[in-house]
């Protein structure tokens, strides 16, 4: 049996480490990604606020060896769903089984003036750029805004909102400035009225101005103004965006997308093409987009190809399930314990925020390096004692 994985992200290397571990030369498996290596959404923050570095956070594929399994770094062009066959830089290459894993793409682009007048936080290139960016920076008014739904990790623009407060405290420019935040959600985190609460709690101690149910629409950088969805405008020194978020071209030339994304049995991640699932930020299953939703996603599609593989009929469904950190700065980590269930009102609850909680977070992060890389990943993110 040949499995194709398209893309190697979170969904992808916890479906391509499950099926090696369980079935390594057993199956052929190749996972293709376009990219040198993977890096957490969360380490796009700590290089941003100058928590890490770069280089400490970019995990290269190169160092990926599990039985069973090729690595292709190379772009895939077209996807044939029917034939569960792909077009790459490198050749063509089909399977039995097929499992799109190709996340969002960004376009910043699509913001008018956010690329001349503005900086955007969510690509591993823009992250990295903020570093010096806000390095630069002598004060004055930080907005930080969310330019269309969906967008990936809803709690993010909230932590980067807190960690800017803690960046501009530490360096004594806090009293010199403001930070906004522009949200298209009614509350920070809907699902978790706890973490919604205790996060417009931290923004009220820390004058952070919460501005709910609106977008930005684009950025005027002569004038230094933001242009909301409510036709208000806001003006800023320093802009820190959420970009446009679409599947990438080659997923919605493929045909496997309804509304701008692949729609999957929300049990099984199949899609309507037998053989070919999809995980992730690429579906519109109904979970956030967000990394431990791809990865429980994942561990449902291996399970299915590894009972499918041993001749059983049963395999677990998937359960909608999540744990996500939340930073609220001073090394303070909170964690949410979500469940998205189709046709229920989807709940969590919030634990923390605390110090061991953070702690917890950097062990989350380096199990995952451990059991994907094969490698330790010694971080060197502050954590208080
Ligand atoms: C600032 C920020 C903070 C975040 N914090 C968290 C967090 O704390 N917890 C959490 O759970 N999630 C977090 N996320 C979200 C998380 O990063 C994503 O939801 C997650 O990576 C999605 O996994 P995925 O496997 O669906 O896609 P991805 O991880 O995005 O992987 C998709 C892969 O497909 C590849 N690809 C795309 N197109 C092609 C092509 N044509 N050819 C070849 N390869 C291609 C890409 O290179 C990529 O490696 C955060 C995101 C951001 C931006």
Redesign the pocket.
């Known amino acids: 049996m040949r499995i194709l994985v398209?893309?190697?992200?979170?969904?992808?290397?916890?479906l391509t480490t499950r099926l090696s571990d369980a079935l390594g030369d057993d199956v052929e498996v190749v996972l293709?990604?376009?990219?040198e290596g993977?890096?957490?959404?969360?380490?796009?923050?700590d290089v941003?606020f100058g928590r890490t570095v770069a280089d400490a956070v970019v995990h290269p594929y190169r160092d990926l060896v599990k039985r069973g399994v090729t690595f292709v770094q190379?772009?895939?062009?077209s996807i044939d769903p029917e034939a569960r066959r792909v077009e790459?830089d490198a050749g063509p290459f089909d399977g039995d089984l097929m499992v799109v894993?190709?996340?969002?793409?960004?376009h910043p682009a699509d913001t008018p003036g956010l690329l001349e007048g503005g900086n955007e936080?969510?690509?591993v290139a823009g992250?990295f750029a903020l570093r010096d960016v806000l390095g630069a920076f002598t004060g004055g008014r930080v907005v930080v805004g969310v330019t269309s739904t969906p967008?990936?990790?809803p709690?993010?623009p909230s932590?980067?909102a807190l960690l800017t407060h803690d960046f501009l405290t530490d360096r004594g420019l806090r009293e010199s400035s403001t930070i906004s935040l522009v949200m298209p959600l009614p509350v920070p985190i809907p699902p978790s009225p706890g973490a919604s609460e205790a996060l417009l709690t931290a923004f009220a101690a820390r004058d952070i101005e919460w501005m709910p149910r609106r977008l930005v629409r684009g950025l005027d950088p002569e004038r230094k103004v933001a242009l909301l969805s409510d036709d208000t405008e806001l003006p800023y020194d320093l802009f820190l965006g959420?970009p446009v978020h679409r599947a990438?071209?080659?997923?919605e030339e493929s045909g496997l997308t309804v509304d701008g994304w692949i729609p999957v049995d929300p049990l099984t991640l199949e899609t309507s093409h037998e053989g070919v699932y999809a995980?992730?930020?690429?579906?519109s299953v109904g979970t956030?987009?967000?990394?431990?939703?791809?990865?429980g996603?994942?561990v449902v599609v291996a399970e299915a190809i590894i009972a499918r593989h041993r001749g059983q009929t049963d395999a677990p469904h998937y359960d909608g399930h999540?744990l996500?950190?939340?930073?609220f700065g001073h090394d303070q980590v909170a964690k949410v314990d979500v469940t998205f269930l189709s046709g229920q009102a989807p709940h969590g609850d919030l634990v923390g925020p605390s110090s061991e909680l953070a702690r917890d977070?950097v062990e989350f992060g380096t199990s995952r390096i451990q059991r994907w890389f094969g490698r330790e990943w010694v971080t060197d993110t502050p954590v208080a004692d």
Request: negative net charge.
């Open positions: 398209l893309g190697a992200g979170f969904g992808g290397l916890e293709i990604d376009q990219g993977f890096v957490f959404g969360f380490s796009k923050l941003m190379t772009t895939i062009r790459t894993a190709l996340g969002a793409d960004l936080f969510y690509t992250a967008f990936k990790c709690p993010a932590e980067t959420v990438p071209a080659v997923v995980v992730g930020d690429v579906t956030p987009k967000a990394g431990v939703f791809a990865e996603q994942a999540g996500c950190y939340l930073e977070k």
